[in-house]
């Protein structure tokens, strides 16, 4: 198994903290550092910068979101990031969800599955350097409308270094990470719980199957939220605040894909408590809904003497990337981390 860095993105990790975690990960050897997208940072300009101060190290999108941009526009950004990088990108991509699709972007949460299939298309046909032409229900390039002057394009500048970029997915549901098994090259899973592993890789495993693939042709790089001190409550209270965002505000009381993939573990009581303390305001409430045992089932939350039986939790579940979110001392996780997988 791998090492990754998740720097995520503000507020949670301020842009210091992005560029000094990233250029430490270079250095322990992390194979990969990933950057999210989320209303209020855009992950493409990070990406870049931490491109001039790394060497080695792979640089993730976890995840570029799908409504932001047009598909066309995504590929020029991946081949620009690629190629200022010396062939280094990992292009991640996701739909978010409908209350920052409709929200935040103002794009309709429609076809989500035919979206994400389209997308991933054009893409692939931008980066291979022949000119773009595109047939599809969710869009049609060169496009019908307007002055009836366009014609199909081919990306300047020599496109990406890599032949082909991997795209990874960050989705949840069923049939989104079935769809994840058919068409793309990893998938970056976040509140992973190894215990129940078998569950929720069997639609990736679906996936590959139809599309003739075998499991060598997926890469699961997991987000996972990790603290260390020697006192695990300590631990737990450091990753609790993020847990809560993601399961108790990330999306609206009807539509949470976290908090449903919560009930799916069976902890769905301690989510729906979590969700309903954070939508009405009470944050540390929602954080102290979240029982210790939920915690543990997705996070590392650990003292120096459990660390390593934690982290190979990740390792039997088939994790192929332990894609580290360090709380508390953010370096010296990093670090330990480093010396526990040599």
Request: net charge negative; charged share 20%.
């Amino acid at each position: 198994m791998q090492l990754g860095a998740f720097v995520a993105y503000w507020p949670w990790f301020t842009y210091d903290e992005q560029v000094a975690l990233a250029r430490q990960a270079d250095r322990l050897g992390y194979d990969s550092v990933w950057v999210a997208e989320g209303y209020g940072q855009e992950a493409v300009a990070i990406l870049g910068a931490l491109s001039a101060v790394t060497e080695r190290i792979r640089l993730g999108s976890g995840i570029l979101q799908i409504p932001a941009r047009q598909p066309a526009a995504a590929a020029t950004a991946a081949a620009t990031l690629d190629r200022i990088s010396g062939g280094r990108l990992l292009l991640g991509l996701g739909l978010s969800g409908p209350q920052v699709s409709e929200g935040w972007y103002g794009v309709p949460f429609t076809s989500p599955l035919r979206r994400t299939r389209e997308y991933i298309e054009i893409i692939r046909a931008a980066c291979s350097g022949e000119r773009l032409s595109y047939a599809g229900q969710e869009w049609t390039i060169p496009t019908q409308d307007g002055l009836g002057l366009g014609k199909p394009l081919k990306m300047l500048g020599g496109g990406p270094v890599q032949d082909r970029i991997p795209i990874y997915l960050g989705v949840t549901g069923p049939k989104t990470v079935e769809q994840c098994g058919e068409i793309a090259d990893g998938w970056f899973p976040f509140l992973l719980s190894p215990e129940h592993a078998e569950m929720v890789t069997a639609p990736l495993l679906r996936g590959l199957e139809r599309a003739g693939r075998d499991r060598s042709a997926m890469t699961i790089a997991a987000a996972v939220p990790v603290a260390v001190d020697a006192d695990v409550r300590v631990a737990r209270d450091l990753v609790r605040p993020l847990l809560a965002f993601y399961l108790g505000g990330m999306g609206s009381k009807e539509r949470n894909f976290y908090a449903e993939l919560a009930v799916r573990y069976g902890h769905g009581a301690s989510a729906r408590e979590c969700q309903d303390r954070f939508l009405a305001g009470d944050r540390r409430g929602a954080g102290a809904a979240l029982t210790d045992d939920l915690i543990d089932l997705v996070a590392i939350a650990a003292t120096p003497a459990t660390l390593e039986k934690k982290v190979a939790r990740f390792a039997d579940a088939g994790v192929d990337t332990l894609v580290v979110v360090p709380f508390g001392d953010r370096p010296a996780v990093l670090d330990t981390l480093a010396q526990v997988m040599a």
